[in-house]
């Protein structure tokens, strides 16, 4: 079964520095793997996905995730925080033969400091 | 409207009200889910409609009833629930048939009293 741990359930950044949220998971398959955002309020917006193409996905708002099979890891960075990512992410993992379910992380509450 | 929509946004319910939550999406997906999300948990998924039918039941209590009429309206009806029932619950749609992102409304705050 699939599952997703994401260490560090809050993470706290200057404005301007290097943004790191990580996610590890475990897959029997080779998985897809997702990002979400939430902000205050309101649902999960889809930030990227790894569906097996590029390992190095390109999402929405400068974000962007690297996929390392040897190391099980889709961390997700953007080089420069702004104050208007401080929100909730959320990883989550899809089995390739399960495709009704995405498998959850408990989330990374990102507080950005000016 | 588009995207996914859900109403109301926030619902406050005596334990013996009947309520029912609404969402619809404008995206001509052919699934679509309900998740609780509570304060310091995990997501936690509870219904599964794929082409209008159920796919998914994660064990949910059944004062908790989804309906699914057509693929793009589904509705959990809810009845004689409990405090630890209030929490945002959150539906989602996903087109299917290889393509397994899920596109989240905003939520529904419901509060039992």
């Known amino acids: 079964a699939q599952s997703v741990t994401q260490l560090g359930s809050h993470v706290s950044v200057s404005e301007g520095a290097l943004v790191l949220l990580r996610c590890n998971y475990s897959?029997?398959?080779?998985?897809?793997l997702f990002w979400y955002v939430q902000y205050p309020n309101q649902g999960l917006q889809l930030l990227l996905k790894?569906?097996?193409?590029?390992?190095l996905v390109k999402g929405i708002n400068g974000f962007e995730a690297e996929f390392k099979k040897s190391e099980t890891s889709f961390h997700l960075t953007k080089p420069s925080a702004h104050m208007s990512d401080a929100a909730e992410y959320f990883c989550?993992?899809?089995?390739?033969?399960?495709?009704?379910?995405?498998?959850f992380g408990t989330g990374t509450r990102l507080q950005v400091f000016p | 409207e588009t995207g996914v929509t859900q109403t109301p946004r926030h619902l406050v319910m005596g334990m013996t009200n009947k309520k029912s939550l609404k969402c619809e999406q404008h995206l001509g997906h052919n699934a679509m889910y309900w998740y609780k999300q509570s304060a310091k948990k995990p997501l936690e998924l509870m219904f599964v409609?794929?082409?209008?039918?159920?796919?998914e039941n994660n064990s949910v209590p059944s004062r908790f009833s989804p309906e699914c009429p057509n693929s793009s309206h589904l509705f959990l009806h809810l009845h004689t629930l409990q405090p630890e029932d209030s929490a945002l619950y959150l539906c989602?749609?996903?087109?299917?048939?290889?393509?397994?992102?899920?596109?989240f409304g905003p939520g529904t705050r419901l509060t039992v009293t």
């Open positions: 989602a749609s996903s087109p299917g048939q290889g393509f397994y992102e899920q596109y």
């Open positions: 409609y794929n082409f209008k039918e159920q796919t």
């Open positions: 989550a993992v899809s089995d390739r033969t399960d495709t009704d379910k995405l498998i």
């Open positions: 790894y569906t097996s193409a590029a390992t």
């Open positions: 897959s029997s398959v080779p998985p897809y």
